[in-house]
């Protein structure tokens, strides 16, 4: 093996706007050196270590903007209830789960895909799990199924706001549930569940994660233990985000743990299938109510006001539109305070964002106020007959998650999973923004690839022009794929496609289309290391040269 500190990767297909037909691409101490063709990167770079792709496809590594990494871990490691159908099979494989005597905390159960809806009670629960804590969350984590154990250890729950003495809790009783379950798990089980998902998101080629804590979510010793673990070499960046308001602690901790911001899950409303998130108009399917708003339009100014003169990015999760008028209204009175300059600069975020008009769009364009989505809510629950119509019926769910108005108006696009809620998949989710369930809302496979990795990036602060791009300059944070011939499209043949002339200088992409088979990560590397290969040491499609 060459000592030379250069890696010169050949005989693939660089996805890089320098080049867009190039097959190599030079590396040299986690930097980007060079891209272009194999015969000139060989005389360029005699010494370095040369690695031959075999065709694979080298592409910029996702970042996923949106995670919760102990949560998704654990569903990784322990109890998966996307699978179940009914009450029965929930329950049998609570009964399971239990034997193992620590908390049970499991994710994904739904019953509007389940052949019959009844929930199972909590007398049930506590006949399958005896005297173990058990927590198991929806699919959009803002209602869970309990034991009576587990309630033992939240004093006073029954008065919280969601609480119900059977079914399943929300809001203020939620919160206050999953903490305790959090606190109950034992340090291995947070180690183990933290690994998991580092590992898994390596082998989703994702480079970089933005942990999304909270005092709701997790809790600070579980970030804390994330951070040390994402502080060893060879694995996922971790950027974390705290969901509190800027006050004096939440400060504190900020300059303590070096987080990127206090946004995430800074909860301005809930969830559309926990009937949470905070409407205009009542709910379709439950026309008693209007959803839940926790912050007002004061209380998130003073947030982004604080956050801005504190040189941190405040952030919201915010859902429904009548917590997007009220996060609109909030920007408006910050920029009173500190002017429209320092907001844009500050680079602020919203989490979900997915009812808003394009009045709405345009102003949080002016305060360069970034969109963090995840395109696999539409793949899940839009379309004519998806969850979002039976919660809102028709014309007001064809309106959620339009990425084609938000990119129009010029608003900033990160995209993620908001993992465990949807499963660590870039490329499918990607995918789902270009194939919009709502005709007209989708966006090019470009432009939600560049959402997945360069915007990423930008929505953590780094603004560098080169992070997230195959470029001389950039650092080398990229993943190898096992993918079908590239192609240059767009999802709507109303619009007007990119040009595929090399001279264009717009790089393919593989095929996206419904039913063919999603590229295949070989390697993902991050800063010139490796931090997963497919073949674990056996023979590769990605080899080095002797």
Not at 441 to 456: L, M
């Amino acid at each position: 093996m060459s000592s030379s500190n250069t890696t010169l990767l050949v005989g693939g297909r660089i996805h890089t706007p320098s080049s867009p037909d190039a097959t190599a691409m030079a590396v040299t101490d986690g930097t980007v050196v060079w891209v272009g063709q194999d015969a000139p990167g060989r005389a360029l770079h005699p010494d370095a270590e040369v690695v031959d792709l075999h065709g694979a496809f080298v592409a910029p590594a996702f970042v996923d903007a949106h995670v919760h990494t102990t949560n998704t871990g654990l569903h990784l490691t322990g109890l998966d209830l996307t699978g179940v159908r009914d009450a029965a099979e929930l329950l049998a494989a609570v009964r399971e789960a239990a034997t193992s005597g620590e908390v049970v905390l499991a994710h994904g159960w739904d019953e509007t895909t389940w052949t019959t809806p009844r929930l199972p009670s909590r007398a049930e629960i506590d006949e399958v799990a005896g005297d173990v804590p058990v927590y198991l969350s929806r699919v959009d984590v803002h209602s869970a199924l309990v034991s009576s154990a587990l309630l033992a250890l939240v004093p006073d729950v029954a008065r919280a706001e969601g609480y119900s003495a059977d079914g399943p809790l929300t809001r203020a009783a939620h919160h206050a549930v999953r903490t305790a379950a959090y606190g109950a798990i034992t340090a291995d089980q947070r180690e183990r569940a933290q690994r998991a998902f580092l590992r898994a998101a390596a082998a989703a080629g994702i480079v970089s994660v933005h942990e999304c804590a909270g005092p709701d979510i997790c809790g600070e010793d579980d970030l804390r233990a994330l951070l040390r673990v994402a502080a060893e070499p060879g694995t996922v960046e971790v950027v974390p985000y705290w969901g509190a308001l800027a006050d004096t602690a939440a400060l504190d901790l900020a300059r303590e743990l070096g987080l990127r911001g206090l946004g995430g899950d800074l909860f301005v409303d809930g969830a559309l299938g926990s009937h949470t998130a905070a409407l205009t108009e009542p709910y379709t399917d439950l026309p008693h109510t209007v959803g839940a708003r926790y912050l007002d339009a004061r209380a998130i100014a003073d947030h982004v006001v604080a956050c801005t003169e504190a040189g941190l990015q405040a952030g919201f999760h915010v859902i429904g539109d009548a917590a997007v008028a009220e996060v609109v209204e909030a920007f408006a009175l910050a920029e009173k305070t500190v002017g429209q300059r320092a907001l844009a600069k500050a680079g602020h975020r919203l989490e979900h964002v997915e009812m808003i008009t394009r009045e709405q769009a345009t102003a949080l364009a002016r305060w360069n106020v970034t969109a963090s989505m995840q395109p696999a809510f539409d793949a899940l629950w839009g379309g004519p007959d998806g969850m979002y119509a039976a919660r809102l019926g028709s014309e007001r769910a064809a309106t959620l998650n339009p990425f084609a108005a938000l990119a129009a108006e010029g608003v900033p696009l990160a995209f993620g999973s908001d993992a465990p809620v949807t499963p660590l998949d870039p490329w499918a989710s990607v995918r789902a923004a270009v194939h919009h369930r709502t005709s007209g809302s989708g966006i090019s496979a470009r432009a939600a690839f560049n959402a997945h990795t360069r915007g990423g990036h930008r929505a953590a602060g780094v603004n560098d022009g080169v992070t997230g791009s195959l470029v001389p300059g950039a650092p080398a944070h990229y993943a190898v794929w096992e993918a079908d011939e590239l192609v240059v499209a767009t999802p709507d043949t109303r619009v007007q496609r990119w040009s595929t002339d090399p001279r264009s200088r717009v790089p393919g992409l593989p095929p996206l289309d419904p039913g063919v088979p999603l590229p295949r990560c070989l390697r993902t590397v991050r800063g010139g290391e490796i931090i997963y290969d497919a073949e674990s040491g056996a023979p590769s499609a990605v080899s080095t040269e002797a």
